[in-house]
C-alpha cells in the first residue's frame, strides 16, 4: 500500500510541478505584455500633451501658434521620436489651435 501511494505521489510530483511552473511563466508573460502596452499609450499621450503645451506657450510668449512642427523644436526644445512616432501637424490660422495627431509606427 505505501509503495503505490509514494508511486502516486511521485507521479503527482512529477506532472503537477511542470504543469503549475508553465502556468506561473504565463501568467507572468501576460502581466508584462499588458504592462507594455499601457506604457506605450501613456508614451503616446504624454508626446500629444507635450506638443500642445508648447503650442500654448508659444502663443502666450509669442502671440502666434507655432507655425510648423520644426519651430517648436527649435524654439521651445521639444522632441520627437520620429523613428517611433509620426506627428501631423496642420496649422489653419496663426489665432487658431493647430491640428495635433500622433499616430505611432508599427515596424
Known amino acids: 500500500m505505501k509503495r503505490k501511494r509514494a508511486g502516486l505521489a511521485g507521479v503527482l510530483r512529477g506532472v503537477l510541478l511542470p504543469g503549475l511552473a508553465v502556468v506561473v511563466l504565463l501568467c507572468f508573460a501576460s502581466a508584462l505584455n499588458s504592462l507594455d502596452s499601457g506604457r506605450e499609450s501613456e508614451d503616446l499621450r504624454q508626446l500629444e500633451q507635450s506638443l500642445r503645451r508648447g ?13 510648423d512642427l520644426d519651430y517648436l523644436k527649435d524654439h521651445y526644445g521639444l522632441q ?6 509620426t506627428v501631423r501637424y496642420d496649422i489653419f490660422a496663426e489665432n487658431l489651435m493647430p491640428d495635433i495627431t500622433v499616430l505611432e ?3
Do not use: I, L, S
Open 55 to 67: 503650442c500654448v506657450a508659444c502663443y502666450a510668449a509669442e502671440g502666434v501658434y507655432p507655425p
Open 80 to 85: 520627437v521620436d520620429e523613428a517611433r512616432y
Open 105 to 107: 509606427n508599427k515596424p
